[in-house]
């Protein structure tokens, strides 16, 4: 359980929720939590964060700013990744 009071399950579902309607895997592994989020239609793996530390999610906010900044950093690969279809 992580500091926030969250289950490894709680949490696992709030960050794949937030990235509907794509396809978003969590992994706990000891205190570390690797997310994967992967288009549906192409099956490509679309972003990769690994080695978040549960114990920097001690609070909602801490939750809220690292689905924010996946969220970012996902959207810049898939504009990456236009461009480069484009060029």
């Keep these: 359980m992580i500091a926030c009071t969250l289950s490894n399950l709680e949490l696992r579902s709030i960050i794949e929720g937030a990235f509907l309607p794509s396809r978003c895997n969590c992994t706990v592994i000891d205190d570390t939590m690797t997310v994967e989020v992967i288009d549906p239609r192409t099956e490509r793996v679309e972003l990769l964060a690994s080695g ?5 999610l001690d609070t909602s906010r801490a939750l809220c700013d690292l689905i924010l900044k996946l969220r970012a950093d996902l959207q810049t690969t898939q504009s990456m990744q236009q461009h480069a279809l484009a060029s």
């Design 52 to 56: 978040i530390k549960l114990d920097s």
